[in-house]
């Protein structure tokens, strides 16, 4: 079935420092990938999707790339502030497999001032 | 901005009991879900709901667990007889059609002692 792995977290950084998140895929024919971000307290949020090979989200100073060769959707962002502390959910919806999402086990991010 | 709205935020129950999660979806959204995430382990998909009837369901989602759309705004999850292993953040989300984006509710915290 659909899976979704991610880096393994928690992920601490200083403010202005460059960020990946790692996030692979399997999936049978051409998935939808979504970032979702959950911040304390709150529900998830979606961050930025791809709904095709080299498409490329972006939000917020976030970036992903559909990568289908490597069967990969890694986040990056060049500076990242205090308040880009969060969760990260790397997803997503496959296209024998509805519209259900399948979740990475998710990446806690906590950067200093 | 619209938004899914979910309580309680914080349910407690003692095993064996039936709860009720509510949830409100977006006012022009079709698509209902339901998600859990154990303390730890990744948010996993439960049941997606359409037309007033279940669409898809994961193994999660036994006899035990059942949805019910009772008005035309509400959507709930009901657990009949609840078990340790329940305790959970359960997530309600709402799409406006089938594979676009879900939105996401705050949660609520189920505990069951």
């Known amino acids: 079935g659909d899976s979704v792995t991610q880096m393994e977290g928690p992920v601490t950084l200083s403010e202005e420092a460059f960020l990946t998140i790692n996030c692979t895929y399997t999936a049978t024919g051409y998935p939808s990938l979504f970032w979702y971000v959950q911040y304390p307290g709150e529900g998830l949020q979606l961050l930025l999707k791809a709904t095709k090979a080299d498409d490329k989200g972006s939000n917020k100073g976030f970036e992903a790339t559909y990568r289908k060769e490597t069967t990969s959707f890694h986040l990056e962002k060049g500076s990242v502030q205090v308040s880009d502390s969060a969760v990260y959910f790397c997803a997503l919806s496959g296209r024998t497999s509805g519209s259900r999402l399948t979740f990475g086990e998710g990446t806690q991010l906590t950067v200093n001032p | 901005e619209p938004e899914v709205t979910q309580t309680p935020s914080h349910q407690v129950t003692q095993m064996g009991q039936e709860v009720i999660l509510h949830c409100v979806p977006i006012?022009?959204?079709?698509?209902f879900y339901w998600y859990r995430q154990i303390l730890g382990q990744k948010v996993e998909f439960l049941v997606s709901?359409?037309?007033?009837?279940?669409?898809?369901k994961s193994e999660i989602f036994d006899d035990q667990f059942s949805v019910e759309r009772p008005d035309g705004s509400n959507f709930t999850l009901k657990i009949r007889s609840t078990k340790l292993e329940d305790s959970a953040m359960y997530f309600c989300?709402?799409?406006?059609?089938?594979?676009?984006?879900?939105?996401f509710g705050q949660g609520t915290r189920l505990t069951v002692v």
């Open positions: 989300a709402s799409s406006a059609t089938w594979a676009a984006e879900a939105f």
């Open positions: 006012s022009n959204h079709l698509y």
């Open positions: 709901f359409y037309n007033n009837e279940i669409s898809e």
